[in-house]
Each structure stands twice: as structure tokens, then as C-alpha cells.
């Protein structure tokens, strides 16, 4: 039988009989794949826990009719036990991966799989607030998928900017008159913020206040789940840091 070799990073996996796994990832160089692994749900597995979502690992599978075979896989980022202890890191890596596995074939590129394993490897070491870490995930991912945010000019008729209403469905931040009735108003601190988010500027992601924070979020949110077409499940879960009267009022 044909076989290949690829790095994965697992997204899902689902029972299959009594001792099987289907198992979903995100690959380096062949996109999303399906996969079965045989026999992992047995307790002498050999490579079972290395193919549990937020892993990382180099499988070899070989080519079946309607879904490839696992024959071998090698840990390269044992990221899901460091996640699993946090629940605002699990939360957030439950939904990065649920983004991951909404892209479709054309989308689910290297750089994909780079973004993601970089915010997972991110998230079990703590480097920055989950929440944050996610944000930049979403918007990074959409911007790979053609769908980044206008956060300067008008997102509707290019009038330049600064501009303080935000509408995902119109692409991002719009003017006064292009602005409908009833638009988030934002300030200029929340879109900095979500400038920061996208380039990596963790210095000022960091610093930022938490009531800019919280709104970033929501924004994010919004504007992931509207260009996904539906909701991302696990973001309901997803801890926001409470933000303080002091800071709301600002």
C-alpha cells in the first residue's frame, strides 16, 4: 500500500468500534486529514496518547479507500497534558483548533498549521494570557484565509481613518456614514489593540488595560464566527478576565 510520512497537529478524534480512533488533523503538507488509529484505545497502545487533541506529532500513514491508516506516530509536541491542567488554556485551545477544523482544503496550508502549533506550544507554556494568545490565532488565521479585518481605512468605501464604529459583517472598522444603526463603537486603544494582536506586538498586547482587553475579545469573537459562518462552540466556554468598575468606566 502507498504510504506518506507528515507532521500533524490532532484537532478531534471520535471512537470507531471497540478499540479504534478516527482521528482529524491538521497536517503540514497535505492539509486536513482523516485518519484511522488502529487498536489506540487499548491500554498496551504504543502510540495511543501521542494522537490526543493539542498533540503534535510525525505520523506515517499509508493510503486506504475512504480513510488513510495511522501506522506510526512520533511525539514532537506533547502540548495537551500542560493544557489540559489550565482551564482558560483548554478553553482557548478548544477553540483554535475548532477554527483550525472549519478551514476548508484550500486554506489548510503550511502556514496554518505553523500559526496554530505556535499558539499551542504558546498556551502550554504560559507565555501570555489565553485569552490573548487565542485572539491573535483567530485574527492571524482569518487574515491567512483572505478575511483580515480593515483596521484603518474604512472598510466600505476607503474613507482613511481613524474610525470608531466596528461591523464584522461589513469587514471591520467603517465610517460615520457607512456606519449602520446600532454599530459597536470603538476606541482608538481597542483598535491599536487589535493592530497589536495581528503583527505579534506582545509588549503592547501585554500591557494592554483589561477593559480594552475584554472588548478585542468580543470583537474577535464576533468577527471570527461571522466569516466562519457559524459559531465556534467553544468559545462559549472561553474565560474572559473580569474587568474592574474602575476600568469599564474609562
Known amino acids: 500500500m502507498p504510504t ?17 480512533r478516527i482521528v482529524t488533523c491538521l497536517s503540514r503538507r497535505h492539509g486536513k486529514v482523516r485518519a484511522v488509529a488502529k487498536g489506540v484505545r487499548r491500554t498496551s497502545s504504543r502510540f495511543g496518547a501521542r494522537l490526543e487533541p493539542f498533540m503534535v506529532a510525525d505520523v506515517q500513514l499509508y493510503i486506504g ?19 489540559a491542567l489550565h482551564y482558560d488554556r483548554y478553553t482557548a485551545a478548544s477553540a483554535m483548533v475548532e477554527t483550525a477544523d472549519r478551514l476548508n482544503e484550500a486554506e489548510a496550508t503550511p502556514q496554518q498549521y505553523l500559526l496554530l502549533v505556535g499558539g499551542l506550544r504558546a498556551l502550554s507554556r504560559g507565555e501570555h494570557a489565553a485569552r ?11 487574515s491567512m484565509s483572505g478575511w483580515a479585518p480593515g483596521l484603518g481605512d474604512c472598510a466600505r468605501c476607503g474613507l482613511p481613518g481613524p474610525h470608531q464604529s466596528f461591523v464584522a459583517q461589513m469587514g471591520g472598522v467603517v ?9 459597536v463603537r470603538v476606541d482608538m486603544a481597542t483598535t491599536g489593540l487589535l493592530q497589536s494582536l495581528i ?7 501585554d500591557a494592554a488595560t483589561p477593559a480594552a482587553t475584554a472588548a478585542a475579545s468580543g470583537l474577535v469573537a464576533a468577527y471570527a464566527q461571522w466569516h466562519l459562518e ?3 462552540r467553544a468559545l462559549e466556554h472561553v474565560l474572559s478576565e473580569p474587568v474592574p468598575p474602575e476600568e469599564a468606566r474609562l
Request: glycine share 10%.
Open 4 to 20: 506518506y510520512r507528515d507532521e500533524v497537529v490532532v484537532l478531534r478524534t471520535h471512537k470507531l468500534g471497540e478499540a479504534d
Open 65 to 83: 479507500r475512504s480513510l488513510d491508516i495511522i501506522q506510526q506516530a512520533e511525539s514532537l509536541g506533547a502540548y495537551g497534558a500542560e493544557i
Open 199 to 205: 503583527a505579534g506586538e506582545w509588549d503592547v498586547v
Open 175 to 183: 465610517c460615520r456614514d457607512c456606519a449602520p444603526a446600532g454599530a
Open 132 to 142: 490573548s494568545i487565542l485572539d491573535s490565532y483567530l485574527l492571524r488565521a482569518m
Open 230 to 232: 457559524r459559531g465556534i
